[in-house]
Nanobody, 120 residues
Framework: QVQAVATGGRLVQAGGSLRLSCAAS??????MGWFRRAPGKDREYVAA????????NYAAFVKGRFTISRDNSNDMMYLQMNNLEPEDTAVYYC???????????????WGQGTKVPVSS
């Protein structure tokens, strides 16, 4: 399991954009994904990208607004978020093998998330 660190979160106004980054040693060797946890709520799947970046998947609520991408040459993954809404306010986490993570209710290796407050 890759230990991933998410960065780039900052306060943004509704309608604004933000790009989150994820870095991890050996990131290129795994499918990767993003999850988020809003205040007082459970973690929620956001997006995933295949190992080679040739396939992506999005939660219904983000499709059309967010874009997941990766740069395996630099062991980096990104989440471009556009048209942000206050409901997107959450701590965002990147993880390896998101399909597996999604099936593990007691998954604990979330690593360092990045906080994204979206103001109205």
């Amino acid at each position: 399991q890759v230990q991933a660190v998410a960065t780039g979160g900052r306060l943004v106004q509704a309608g604004g954009s933000l790009r989150l980054s994820c870095a991890a040693s050996g990131l290129r060797t795994s499918a990767m994904g993003w999850f988020r946890r809003a205040p007082g709520k459970d973690r929620e799947y956001v997006a995933a990208i295949s190992k080679r970046g040739d396939s992506t998947n999005y939660a219904a609520f983000v499709k059309g607004r967010f874009t997941i991408s990766r740069d395996n040459s630099n062991d980096m993954m990104y989440l471009q978020m556009n048209n942000l809404e206050p409901e997107d306010t959450a701590v965002y986490y990147c993880v390896a093998n998101p399909a597996t993570v999604a099936l593990q209710p007691h998954f604990a290796s979330w690593g360092q998330g990045t906080k994204v407050p979206v103001s109205s």
